[in-house]
């Protein structure tokens, strides 16, 4: 949902001026998970929300932009009208700026800046003709100016042709805000109505989760009317985390017996993590290459108040550091990828990757699996997970898994799901070894 930035005292002039110079530095190759932090806390919030739009909704701005303009602008000028346009109201709860608002402000944010100064004369009359056009959203069919590359559009149409247009209507739409409850400490039935009915009480509507792939996650609950994850009833008491409907699946599928010995590869933020240990009695190892991402997953296990973990920075695809002569009885192997299936939340990816970075992502994959599954115990279960639609990482890559993994035998697992108003993208593969 869109901050509003006049109720959050955010001066929305400034907001949009930042929101145009971060997404001039995400067209240049910098991440959103770099930028965003820079930014001043008071603004962020409303940043963030802007820009995640004007990035689902570039190629569409782009299309008016070159219809109504008599000359292509300079970038400082394309990404001020990128943002505004944006904000046009659609009809969504999103986009709550009234037009008269919307103008003044674009207006303004031309203003501040040497580059743009001398277009506040266009912009103002542009804008002005924009909001008067009560049929902009039928005479630029959304659905026809996908926020992805080309290579991109024709990988999915290839795969699922017949799912195309859904999965890229979803782009357009928000990421759900799914929480998932902590059963260790709502550990009865009536600690869970409690705390459910303190989240009615503060203000939240949610529902619960639909199944997803045929799996009822009656821990998993939709917040309708999302606001900062701080401000939800029972954070800091670690009674509930973040985590998409797709990725609560993981816990439930590895499914393993009291006492084993788990290894999390891969494992920031924690998620996963944190689920398995709320769900079974186990121990966890975690591994994760990156030292501040390493430090979050023990930042979020302790909120939770979780035990029986341990934390190891080192290569999945290599030397697992301290826990190198550890062998498992499952493994969970969420490895790096296209992060395709997750674009509602990362809005930055298709502008950020490249076609053939994927051969190489299913390189690094197949280098972490086979280093992985020297690690596991006769008997024991790794489960393949990547929050991707791409077959190269999902169906292909199980194929191959197969061929060259000795003593593998594949299990039941839900395969490819696709992004949907309540899920993201994931795939999902479970393997055995003899």
Same mark, same amino acid.
């Given at each position: 949902m869109l901050v509003d930035s006049a109720k959050k005292g955010v001066n929305l002039a400034e907001a949009i001026v930042a929101s145009a110079k971060v997404i001039?530095?995400?067209?240049?190759?910098?991440?959103?998970?770099?930028?965003?932090?820079?930014?001043?806390?008071?603004?962020?919030?409303?940043?963030?929300?802007?820009?995640?739009?004007?990035?689902?909704?570039?190629?569409?701005?782009?299309?008016?932009?070159?219809?109504?303009?008599?000359?292509a602008p300079s970038d400082e000028l394309r990404q001020l009208l990128r943002v505004a346009i944006a904000l046009l109201p659609d009809g969504s709860e999103q986009n709550t700026y009234s037009a008269h608002t919307l103008v003044n402000e674009t207006v303004k944010a031309a203003a501040l800046s040497k580059k743009t100064f001398h277009a506040k004369g266009l912009l103002n009359a542009v804008m002005r003709k924009l909001i008067g056009q009560t049929s902009l959203y039928q005479e630029y069919p959304l659905d026809q100016y996908l926020p992805f590359?080309?290579?991109?559009?024709?990988?999915?149409?290839?795969?699922?042709?017949?799912?195309?247009?859904?999965?890229?209507?979803?782009?357009?739409?928000?990421?759900?805000?799914?929480?998932?409850?902590?059963?260790k400490k709502l550990n009865t039935q009536e600690k869970i109505k409690a705390y459910l009915d303190s989240l009615s009480t503060a203000g939240f509507d949610w529902i619960d989760c639909p199944t997803i792939s045929g799996h009822n996650l009656m821990q998993a609950k939709i917040i309708l009317n999302p606001k900062p994850v701080q401000l939800i009833p029972g954070f800091d008491l670690g009674l509930f985390s973040v985590? #998409? $409907?797709? =990725?609560?699946?993981?816990? +439930?599928?590895?499914?393993?017996?009291?006492?084993?010995? *788990?290894? #999390? $590869?891969? =494992?920031?933020?924690?998620? +996963?993590?944190?689920?398995?240990?709320?769900?079974?009695? *186990?121990?966890?190892?975690?591994?994760?290459?990156?030292?501040?991402?390493?430090?979050?997953?023990?930042?979020?296990?302790?909120?939770?108040?979780?035990?029986?973990y341990r934390i190891e920075v080192a290569d999945a695809s290599a030397n697992l550091g301290s826990f190198e002569q550890e062998r498992y009885d499952a493994i969970l192997a969420d490895v790096p990828c296209s992060a395709s299936g997750i674009f509602r939340r990362h809005p930055d990816i298709p502008y950020l990757r490249l076609a053939e970075d994927i051969s190489q992502l299913v390189d690094i994959q197949r280098k972490i699996l086979t280093n992985l599954?020297?690690?596991?115990?006769?008997?024991?279960?790794?489960?393949?997970?990547?929050?991707?639609?791409?077959?190269?990482?999902?169906?292909?890559?199980?194929?191959?898994?197969?061929?060259?993994?000795a003593g593998i035998t594949r299990h039941e697992a839900p395969g490819q799901i696709l992004p949907s108003e309540f899920n993201d993208g994931f795939y999902y593969a479970l393997f055995s070894k003899q």
């Open positions: 001039s530095q995400v067209q240049a190759g910098q991440s959103l998970s770099q930028l965003l932090p820079t930014l001043d806390n008071k603004l962020r919030p409303a940043v963030q929300s802007i820009v995640f739009q004007a990035l689902r909704k570039a190629s569409w701005a782009d299309a008016i932009i070159q219809d109504y303009l008599s000359r590359p080309q290579w991109w559009q024709n990988k999915i149409q290839r795969a699922y042709p017949d799912q195309f247009t859904s999965i890229y209507r979803s782009a357009y739409q928000a990421a759900p805000l799914t929480i998932r409850l902590n059963l985590q #998409d $409907a797709s =990725a609560q699946l993981a816990a +439930k599928l590895i499914d393993v017996p009291p006492k084993a010995m *788990v290894l #999390d $590869a891969c =494992a920031a933020p924690g998620g +996963k993590t944190a689920h398995i240990l709320e769900t079974y009695d *186990v121990t966890v190892d975690a591994v994760e290459i990156d030292p501040e991402r390493a430090a979050r997953i023990d930042e979020n296990l302790r909120r939770l108040g979780l035990e029986n599954w020297s690690r596991l115990k006769p008997g024991g279960k790794l489960l393949y997970v990547t929050c991707s639609i791409f077959p190269d990482e999902g169906e292909e890559q199980a194929q191959w898994l197969m061929q060259h993994l």
